[in-house]
């Protein structure tokens, strides 16, 4: 089944503790992103992928790192969480990146720091 | 930088009413322009994708959506919701290939809570 998954699913954590969030499509998508998605505001996109080894900062990068070492997987790293980071986040991908290609989404992962 | 305005933060309606919830881009050139749900619980679904052509789009579940370019809009429509579109509807944009930017901008959402 042509997917995209993430783990964990839910992470309580607290503030400092480094963590990665893993995200996985099996679909041999060039383009992959993460969001994250908060009340009132919206998806905001934190960092994209265009290809293997090619990242750039989306919206909200401030926090975070990503890494693009295989065409599958799309991890985010937290080095150092706060509670401003306490939110939904999700991983999507599609064949290329923008233009008529739709984004397929993982099913989120929700992330609180404490 | 694109940007997408969603007009309406909730709408509740009743089983059979009509829907139509808006969408307003602000960008002057050409734009491929999507509309996701997202159920509770779930994560985000296509609904339907405009890129050119018949500015009339039909997509799943029965929902459409009208690309008026003048207006930058692309409303969502519905003739008669059900219980179950119940959820959060998603406006979002990109840009043509060759226009300097790749990144799919979203809306801030518009929950419909749909009364049976």
């Known amino acids: 089944e042509a997917q995209v998954t993430q783990n964990p699913r839910y992470l309580i954590t607290v503030t400092g503790k480094k963590l990665t969030v893993t995200c996985s499509q099996n679909?041999?998508?060039?383009?992959m992103s993460w969001y994250r998605q908060d009340p009132g505001l919206g998806l905001r996109q934190i960092y994209y992928s265009m290809n293997v080894e090619v990242t750039d900062k989306g919206d909200v990068p401030e926090g975070y790192k990503v890494s693009r070492k295989e065409k599958r997987n799309f991890p985010l790293i937290l080095e150092s969480p706060s509670p401003n980071q306490t939110s939904l986040y999700f991983c999507?991908?599609?064949?290329?990146?923008?233009?008529?290609?739709?984004?397929?989404f993982g099913p989120g992962t929700r992330l609180t720091v404490l | 930088a694109q940007s997408v305005s969603q007009h309406n933060h909730h709408v509740i309606l009743s089983e059979a009413a009509s829907l139509e919830l808006g969408c307003n881009y602000s960008y002057g050139g050409t734009v491929n322009l999507f509309w996701y749900v997202q159920y509770p619980g779930q994560h985000l679904q296509l609904l339907l994708k405009y890129f050119s052509g018949d500015p009339l789009v039909k997509g799943i579940k029965g929902f459409e959506a009208e690309f008026i370019k003048s207006k930058f809009s692309f409303n969502l429509r519905k003739p008669s919701v059900q219980w179950s579109d119940t959820a959060e509807y998603f406006c979002?944009?990109?840009?043509?290939?060759?226009?300097?930017?790749?990144?799919?901008?979203f809306g801030k959402g518009t929950k419909l809570s749909v009364i049976p």
């Open positions: 979002a944009v990109n840009l043509a290939p060759g226009a300097g930017s790749y990144q799919l901008t």
């Open positions: 999507a991908s599609s064949l290329k990146a923008g233009g008529i290609h739709e984004q397929f």
């Open positions: 679909m041999n998508h060039e383009y």
